[in-house]
Nanobody
Framework: QVQLAESGGGLVQPGGSLILSCAPS????????IGWFRQAPGKEREVLIV????????YYADAVNGRFGISRDITRNTLYLEMKRMIPEDTAVYYC????????????????????WGQGTQVTVSS
């Protein structure tokens, strides 16, 4: 069993930046695909960015490409979602999720394929 701990959510002004982090416990992200998702009020949960921890490849949804980025600290076994030039439409609960996969090219966007989910962290973009 893997628990994902997310942190970094909060209130940010339009145009501002925020960094979310996700770390697994008790294991590492080795052999996992990790995705960042979000669910805005009244909307379905959507995929934002996916990273294959082994292969390092990434997928970016069109909605966040150019504003959001993903990075990792291998020594701390932590994945980061870096959000810039934020807009009110970014207001949502943000989730990280992990899918076990030994395929170095796996960048699944299908939520049903993810084995573990974090509790979610609220991000609000408002002045």
């Amino acid at each position: 069993q893997v628990q994902l701990a997310e942190s970094g959510g909060g209130l940010v002004q339009p145009g501002g930046s925020l960094i979310l982090s996700c770390a697994p416990s008790p294991r590492t992200f080795t052999n996992y695909v990790i995705g960042w998702f979000r669910q805005a009020p009244g909307k379905e949960r959507e995929v934002l960015i996916v990273m294959n921890w082994n292969g390092g490849g990434t997928y970016y949804a069109d909605a966040v490409n150019g504003r959001f980025g993903i990075s990792r600290d291998i020594t701390r076994n932590t994945l980061y979602l870096e959000m810039k030039r934020m807009i009110p439409e970014d207001t949502a609960v943000y989730y990280c999720a992990a899918k076990f996969s030994i395929n170095y090219y796996d960048l699944s966007r299908a939520q049903g394929e993810y084995d573990y989910w974090g509790q979610g962290t609220q991000v609000t973009v408002s002045s």
